[in-house]
T-cell receptor, first 110, second 114 residues
Framework: DAKTTQPPSMDCAEGRAANLPCNHS???????VYWYRQIHSQGPQYIIH???NNETNEMASLIITEDRKSSTLILPHATLRDTAVYYC???????????FGAGTRLTVKP | GAVVSQHPSWVICKSGTSVKIECRSL??????MFWYRQFPKQSLMLMAT?????????EQGVEKDKFLINHASLTLSTLTVTSAHPEDSSFYIC??????????FGSGTRLTVV
């Protein structure tokens, strides 16, 4: 699976959009981009995933660049409860094992 | 949605004793279950992968005789930390996977060995 690079930490003001970047320059054509988050002392929570096209669900939006070498997770209106570590993972399909990088620690501030 | 129950959520045990952690898929049959370990301020590290009815596959550096994994049914996997020592204190997380369901994680077990 392709390696990912994320900034170690980010801050965001409550109510503003949080934009979390992820670089995956070695991604293969059949690898998906997945985003999970982990709130302190809990198990990871699925957020969103995509292959080529931008995706949106009730939690977030995922913007994937045309060359697929990077992506951005957007939380449109961050709340204090969005404070967590966000993990960007690339892998082939849903049936491969999941390995976590260091992630980005997002702190939403009032 | 798919739910994975992990029990206990926290446990304290004496050094030298064994501890069992359970992971159950409540509303789906998990063909594969995964066990992770997470030390403070670090990411999740995959320990082992288990398929129902088969022996678990351990990641490099994980002692299979120390971390016993049993996946006897499609809804239950257990991780037993044998002869636990303080350095085994960690946050253990399971995940269950099924076709069409993807990955679902348990809420984790905080193990403290004293």
């Amino acid at each position: 699976d392709a390696k990912t690079t994320q900034p170690p930490s980010m801050d965001c003001a409550e109510g503003r959009a949080a934009n979390l970047p992820c670089n995956h320059s070695t991604i293969s054509g059949n690898e998906y981009v997945y985003w999970y988050r982990q709130i302190h002392s809990q198990g990871p929570q699925y957020i969103i995933h995509g292959l080529k096209n931008n995706e949106t669900n009730e939690m977030a939006s995922l913007i994937i660049t045309e060359d697929r070498k990077s992506s951005t997770l957007i939380l449109p209106h961050a709340t204090l409860r969005d404070t967590a570590v966000y993990y960007c993972i690339v892998r082939v399909g849903v049936d491969n094992d999941m390995r976590f990088g260091a992630g980005t620690r997002l702190t939403v501030k009032p | 949605g798919a739910v994975v129950s992990q029990h206990p959520s926290w446990v304290i045990c004496k050094s030298g004793t064994s501890v069992k952690i359970e992971c159950r898929s409540l509303d789906f049959q998990a063909t594969t279950m995964f066990w992770y370990r997470q030390f403070p301020k670090q990411s999740l590290m995959l320990m082992a992968t288990s398929n129902e009815g088969s022996k678990a596959t351990y990641e490099q550096g994980v002692e299979k005789d120390k971390f016993l994994i049993n996946h006897a049914s499609l809804t239950l996997s257990t991780l037993t930390v044998t002869s636990a020592h303080p350095e085994d204190s960690s946050f253990y997380i399971c995940s269950a996977r099924a076709s069409g369901v993807g990955y679902t994680f348990g809420s984790g077990t905080r193990l403290t060995v004293v």
